[in-house]
T-cell receptor, first 112, second 116 residues
Framework: KAGVTQTPRYLIKTRGQQVTLSCSPISGHRSVSWYQQTPGQGLQFLFEYFSETQRNKGNFPGRFSGRQFSNSRSEMNVSTLELGDSALYLC???????????FGSGTRLTVV | DQQVKQNSPSLSVQEGRISILNCDYTNSMFDYFLWYKKYPAEGPTFLISISSIKDKNEDGRFTVFLNKSAKHLSLHIVPSQPGDSAVYFCAASAYEGSSNTGKLIFGQGTTLQVKP
């Protein structure tokens, strides 16, 4: 079965721009969560959606937002990009608590 | 506040020997623990998990041990193979309805090198 698909794989943006990243979860998975990985901070939780509702949010500024659609696909948006937003953004899907989380390959965002 | 800690940034072992990766946590609300393997520029790959109602889970060469009283878990890889060389992350999650619902808290990772 298809895994978690993230698009695009690579992205270069300029400071001040905004960006939208997409994640298609494994079929049947209703939980989608997003993580940021940077060399200094490791893997940091951004937010989690379950059945189109945001259930949890990490300690990131309001420039980071997301949403989930009725087919469980999710998008995250970062507005007014800063150099420090350069990172690998990972999406994970799951059936729910007590089940494993499957990660996509990530989107490498570079802000210049 | 680092709720999940992997105190060893790196570990080097000889092929065929045992690799032991350790992880400590502070939040007693965590009830599900996972280990992931990760290569640069790729997403983490799930290895093995354990529920807090168990103290051991085994899957092939991988065994995870959980010591709830010590808030400690470890991943054993036996025998270690060169292809196991990667960064290993432990992660923890909490039950539905808690403030940690739906999220994984990751440790900082341990880089494992298995020498031929």
């Amino acid at each position: 079965k298809a895994g978690v698909t993230q698009t695009p794989r690579y992205l270069i943006k300029t400071r001040g721009q905004q960006v939208t990243l997409s994640c298609s979860p494994i079929s049947g998975h209703r939980s989608v969560s997003w993580y940021q990985q940077t060399p200094g901070q490791g893997l940091q939780f951004l937010f989690e959606y379950f059945s189109e509702t945001q259930r949890n949010k990490g300690n990131f500024p309001g420039r980071f937002s997301g949403r989930q659609f009725s087919n469980s696909r999710s998008e995250m948006n970062v507005s007014t990009l800063e150099l420090g937003d350069s990172a690998l953004y990972l999406c994970a899907s799951s059936l729910g608590q007590g089940f494993g989380y499957t990660f996509g390959s990530g989107t490498r965002l570079t802000v210049v | 506040d680092q709720q999940v800690k992997q105190n060893s940034p790196s570990l080097s072992v000889q092929e065929g020997r045992i690799s032991i990766l350790n992880c400590d946590y502070t939040n007693s609300m965590f009830d599900y623990f996972l280990w992931y393997k990760k290569y640069p520029a790729e997403g983490p790959t799930f290895l093995i998990s354990i529920s807090s109602i168990k103290d051991k889970n085994e899957d092939g060469r991988f065994t995870v041990f959980l010591n709830k009283s010590a808030k400690h878990l470890s991943l054993h890889i036996v025998p270690s193979q060169p292809g196991d060389s990667a960064v290993y992350f432990c992660a923890a999650s909490a039950y539905e309805g808690s403030s940690n619902t739906g999220k994984l808290i990751f440790g900082q990772g341990t880089t494992l090198q298995v020498k031929p």
